[in-house]
């Protein structure tokens, strides 16, 4: 936190943002950051319908604080998008290896994708705009960061903002899908200091 701290005082930031912290870690870096005179705006971390850690008390933390919720990979690396229904597609990530772990592609969280495909066909949306529209749907996210590749995928994820209300009979299926499905990288905190 201290070099966060001489960023702002030097004018070379504006505002105070951490990413990937749990509850306490968060409470703690906002204790520090205050006791310097400087607010904690924003919190940016992972975040998806198979990645639902932030439920367990950091939405409410970050309400608290009157932080800022601005959730990264709500598409779950692509794996909540139609690219995997189907197998592995040439070209694709999970192809290429790197930082997606094709373990993520289990029998399990294919047959997850698949059905909320088709409650986001059922709502007339993509995948992918469903996807986003649900992790928009909790007030306390602020937004969500969405990565495209051509403008396609842009104007996909554009798409979700034309629906974003769900009935409860729609989250009630989702929820029968999106369980947590091993899909968070990022579980690991980094320490206030």
């Excluded at 367990?56 to 601005?70: K, Q, S, V």
């Excluded at 294919?110 to 059905?115: K, Y």
Aim: with cysteine.
């Amino acid at each position: 936190m201290a070099a966060l701290v001489q960023m702002v005082r030097q004018g070379k930031a504006l505002y105070v943002g951490i990413s990937s912290y749990g509850p306490d870690r968060t409470r703690e870096a906002e204790r520090v950051l205050r006791a310097e005179g400087i607010p904690l705006l924003i919190h940016q971390p992972s975040y998806s319908m198979l990645n639902r850690w932030i439920e367990d008390g950091l939405l409410d933390t970050l309400e608290e604080l009157g932080a800022g919720c601005i959730a990264f990979s709500p598409l779950a690396q692509g794996l909540l998008t139609s690219k995997y229904l189907n197998g592995v597609p040439d070209g694709a990530r999970a192809a290429r290896g790197g930082s997606f772990d094709t373990k993520l592609l289990s029998d399990a969280n294919i047959e997850r994708v698949r059905g909320l495909n088709a409650i986001a066909s059922d709502r007339g949306q993509t995948l992918a705009q469903m996807a986003i529209a649900w992790t928009l749907r909790d007030s306390r996210v602020t937004s969500a960061l969405v990565g495209a590749r051509n403008v396609a995928q842009l104007d996909d994820s554009l798409g979700a903002l034309v629906n974003l209300e769900f009935n409860a009979e729609e989250l009630r299926k989702i929820d029968g899908y999106a369980t947590e499905g091993g899909v968070d990288l990022w579980r690991a905190q980094s320490k206030a200091a």
